[in-house]
């Protein structure tokens, strides 16, 4: 098959680890026999540098030309970058919000895979890890508290701040569907969490997630409250399949659970709209205090680009061979300098490695 792939490199180790990512992809398309263009699109720091603004209509389209889009990073050192003094519309990350909006990513999956060989770096006790947790956290992106109206006033002569949580039940069932579509490739289980017991916006929650799981009866579905669930994540991840939940608990969930793996250099992320199009990049910035030095860990990106082959391709058995790559260079003891072992603990069969070593050695594990 022959894909249009967007690729936005954007700033700091951005083109370091999108480059590794494409190596990955051409490793794939050599053998499973795929193509895949890749068209290159400015956004963030660059494109102010090359346009004067941070993303431009034409990129915009670039995008929307695209089957999916594969991304690295974007932004500067917020400190010292002049990007920074622009106005904040003109700044790197103004071009961000604005790709996600016109592009309607309404659903944010971020991953949360704790790896045997890293199980050094979880901070949950050893018999909470057992043999580690796998888990999805699938986040409504574009609705509820951060998108409602605000306001602040005086009232009484006593400052008053308002901000309001709204969500109609079509925008429930289009993140539901996915959060169910997503389970069915996984181990068919979604947790749907709320604050039902509390908030009108979650008992509509749960009444649509209700509906929407009757379509899926291969998947066992649960509603947890989101206080519980926070404690959930640190006493039990195993439990957790799918987690599908609205953007502000969403942002506070994914975020604990990520902690919970890691390194950022192995945290991949996904957003999807309405179609089979998606916006994979790794969760981490741009890095600008080790951009140019050729040691950023790709694999975050190199794993994006798996999520994209699944997600956006359904080229699942080709992301399980690069899932198993990535696996297969830990467990032989390949680390990018931020997973390397912390001081005290066995450097015994490790080997550090830099960024485009990594990414040969990813490929080297992908075999015909
Ligand atoms: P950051 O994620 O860039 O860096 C935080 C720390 O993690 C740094 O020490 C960095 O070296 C390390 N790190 C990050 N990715 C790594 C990787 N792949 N391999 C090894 N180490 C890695 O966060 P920051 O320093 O707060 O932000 C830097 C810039 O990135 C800012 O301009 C910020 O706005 C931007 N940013 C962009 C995105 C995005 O593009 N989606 C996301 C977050 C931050």
Redesign the pocket.
Known sequence: MEYKVGVIS?????PE?VSEAKKVLDRISQVYGHTFHYEDILM??CSIDATGVPLTDEAIAAAKASDAVL????????AT?P??KLAPELR??AG?LKLRKSLNLFANLRPAYLYEELKAACPLRDDIIGDGFDMMIMRELTGGLYFGQRSTEEVDGVLTAHDSLTYNENEIRRIAKRGFDIAMKRRKKVTSVDKANVLDSSRLWRKVVEEVAKDYPEVTYEHMLVDNCAMQLVKDPKQFDVILTENMFGDILSDEASMVTG???MLSSASLNETKFGLY??????????AGKG???????ILSAAMMLRYSFDLDTEADAIEQAVKAALHDGYR????MPREGESMEGITQVG?AEMGDLICRYIVE
């Open positions: 954007g700033d700091g180790i951005g680890i963030g720091g991304m690295g990073s974007i932004g500067g050192n917020t970058s990007w920074y790197p990350e961000l390194s950022i250099g990049e790794p969760s981490g910035g741009s890095a600008p205090d080790i040691i950023a860990n790709p694999i975050a990106t990018t300098i931020d997973i960024t």
